[in-house]
């Protein structure tokens, strides 16, 4: 057998390719949000629900992912996944009208939704709990090549071709990914996990997808602050409804047992309160230096592309820091350096040099990757082996939830200083500044969650 087939190597590589095709998918599309958004007709601050469309797909299909799984096999789910991905890029290129992306972004989303959390279960199942930081790292620092590419892709492509082929430069890896699966993957027998919470997925989904379609609508410039406030309220129901209806069924579509675990709850809440900040960074810069500055896409794109050389570089320090000095510590420390490095942005102007943004991009990259290292592995420390597969799924729906929420916050604070600074609907350098400075602060403040963590906490993950 060849030495790339051995299972330590084809593996992890499957699961790269499935990151990689998301990597590129959702970092082309930030830098053609202004081609789109003339091409659509529509504002570009608008356009960020074709963003928030996908990820919402994301949160809501992923809590079902390792039901799915253990129901039909890693496998079987895996290959479907990757299909219904790359298929649905290829319909992405050929959307006419904002409404038909946002329909196929979804539909993009829910193959999405299985690729990443059952690609991490079938690492978890073959290498072991223990190794999965190690297993992950290499995923994540294949797949940050399509960090690193999808900006300088995305804008290559808008300014010499049109920005329809950018949802199509996944297909040839998709087709790489499932040929690569068919061949190598076993598949896990088919187990008989515990019913389908049906009614449980129907009220915590519509909770998620109302809670961020109010989000998004506070934001936009044709929605009524009244309504938006109103589809706020509806999915505050929802989710007291799920909590009602979740106590009375023995298997519950998000399991509360878990909640019990100190560093799985540290975890969730650090993910979701810190992502509100410095998620929205990817959706902000792109605007900034495109509508702002006046820099085309394709070098747009190319000064955002650093951020993914620090993804690379920072993974192999990762877990020797960690190692010094634990979870805890390591995560109060980075949680503030990542609030810094997004102001850091702040110092973008018409005169600053494009070196000295590809910096800022970097710094912000480096810093970044090390914190979702650290909130992505912890929640799995006190896990035991048969809540796996529904540890993998809520945090998989955990990252794209907050993914999203960043996007619309950020989009809420663009929106609200520019009706403070200028009366209307207008990016300027000053509303960007101040987006910059609130979701850093928010970052920043998001770090005294980390305080409830104790000293040992997580030491299992790093042995």
């Known amino acids: 057998m060849s030495k790339f087939l051995l299972p330590e190597r084809i593996i992890p590589f499957i ?65 479907t996944a990757l299909s219904i991905f790359t298929l649905s890029s290829l319909w992405c290129g050929f959307a006419q009208n904002l409404p038909s992306l946002v329909v196929a972004r979804f539909i993009q989303g829910f193959g999405g939704a299985l690729t990443l959390p059952v690609g991490r279960l079938i690492i978890i199942r073959t290498f072991g709990q223990k190794n999965l930081f190690i297993m992950m790292n290499r995923v994540i620092i294949v797949g940050s090549l399509g960090m690193m590419l999808g900006p300088a892709i995305g804008g290559f492509i808008t300014n010499f071709f ?52 109010g989000l998004s609508a506070l934001s936009q410039t044709t929605v009524d602050f009244s309504l938006a406030i109103g589809i706020i309220l509806v999915s505050a129901l929802l989710f007291i409804l799920y909590i009602l209806h979740s106590r009375h069924v ?24 810190s992502r509100l900040g410095f998620a929205g960074v990817p959706f902000i810069i792109p605007l900034f230096l495109q509508i702002v ?3 085309s896409p394709e ?17 192999p320090i990762t877990l020797p820091l960690l190692q010094s000095f634990g979870y805890k510590n390591l995560l109060l420390v980075n949680t503030c350096l990542t609030g810094i490095a997004v102001w850091l942005l702040m110092f973008i102007n018409i005169h600053t040099s494009p ?109």
Request: hydrophobic share 50%; no cysteine.
């Open 162 to 213: 049109s920005w329809h082929w950018i949802f199509w430069v996944n297909i040839p890896v998709g087709i790489l990914a499932i040929g690569l699966a068919g061949y190598s993957l076993k598949n896990s027998s088919p187990q008989k996990p515990a019913p389908l919470d049906k009614v449980g997925f129907v009220l915590f989904g519509g909770a998620l997808a109302t809670f961020t379609s």
């Open 299 to 315: 070098w747009s794109g190319l000064m955002i592309s650093p951020m993914a050389i620090g993804i690379i570089l920072s993974k």
């Open 355 to 463: 070196y000295a943004i590809a910096f800022f991009m970097f710094v912000y990259g480096f810093i970044v990757t090390i914190e979702y290292s650290l909130l992505n592995s912890l929640i799995f420390a006190e896990v035991s082996a048969q809540e796996l597969s529904a540890t993998s799924s809520i945090t998989s729906t955990i990252q794209q939830l907050s993914q999203s929420f960043g996007v619309a916050v950020s989009a809420i604070f663009i929106r609200l200083y520019s009706s403070l600074y200028s009366g209307q609907a207008e990016i300027t350098a000053t509303t960007i500044h101040l987006t910059l400075f609130s979701v850093g602060l928010l970052t920043i403040l998001s770090a005294t969650i980390f305080l409830k963590l104790k000293a040992g906490d997580g030491h299992q993950m790093i042995r």
């Open 293 to 295: 500055l006046g820099y």
């Open 15 to 79: 699961v790269s390719l499935s990151f990689f095709m998301e990597a590129v998918d959702s970092t082309v599309i930030n830098t053609a949000i202004p081609a789109i958004s003339r091409s659509l007709n529509v504002d570009p601050v608008d356009l960020k629900v074709a963003l928030i469309s996908y990820l919402l797909s994301l949160a809501i299909f992923i809590p079902i992912s390792g039901w799915l799984a253990d129901k039909y096999g890693d496998k079987r789910v895996l290959m």
């Open 250 to 273: 023995p298997h519950p579509i998000i399991k509360r047992s878990l909640f019990k675990l100190r560093t799985f709850q540290v975890s969730v809440t650090g993910n979701l309160i």
